[in-house]
C-alpha cells in the first residue's frame, strides 16, 4: 500500500453490512465500490451472524484498493449467544436476564483469546 492509506473501524452484525451508514457514506467519498466492500465483510462476518463484530477497513486512497480484517465478536455478544436470548437487558446493572456457567465464562474467553 502507498503513503495515502485511510483506515475505518465499523461495528456490523455479522453478514448483515449494507451501503448505508456507517459504511457506505465513509468509503463512498474515496471513491471505492461501496458494494464490493460490503459483500466482502458479509462474505468475512457470515459466521458471525447475530453478533456484533469489529471490522477494519484499510483504504490505499490512490490506488483504490482495500483490505477487511474481521475482529472477534464483542464480549457482549458472545455473552447473549451463550445464554440464548435475543438481546441484553433494558436496564444493564439493575436487570439480570439469566446466569453464565464456568464453562460459557470459559468458552467466551477462550474466543476473545
Known amino acids: 500500500m502507498s503513503q495515502n492509506v485511510k483506515t475505518f473501524t465499523f461495528l456490523v452484525e455479522g453478514g448483515k ?3 448505508g451508514p456507517p459504511i457506505g457514506p465513509a468509503l463512498g467519498p474515496l471513491g471505492l ?3 464490493q466492500v460490503v ?3 458479509n462474505q468475512l462476518t457470515k459466521d458471525f451472524a447475530g453478533m456484533r463484530v ?3 477497513v ?3 486512497v490512490e490506488k483504490k484498493t482495500f483490505e477487511v480484517e474481521v475482529g472477534t465478536p464483542t464480549t457482549a455478544a458472545l455473552i447473549v449467544k451463550e445464554l440464548q436470548v435475543s438481546k441484553g ?3 444493564p446493572g439493575h436487570e439480570t ?3 453464565l456457567t464456568m ?3 470459559i468458552k467466551i474467553a477462550q474466543v476473545k483469546m
Open 97 to 99: 436476564i439469566g446466569n
Open 89 to 91: 437487558a433494558h436496564q
Open 39 to 41: 459483500n466482502k465483510i
Open 17 to 19: 453490512a449494507t451501503a
Open 103 to 105: 464453562e460459557q465464562v
Open 33 to 35: 465500490n461501496v458494494m
Open 54 to 56: 469489529p471490522v477494519k
Open 58 to 60: 484499510t483504504v490505499d
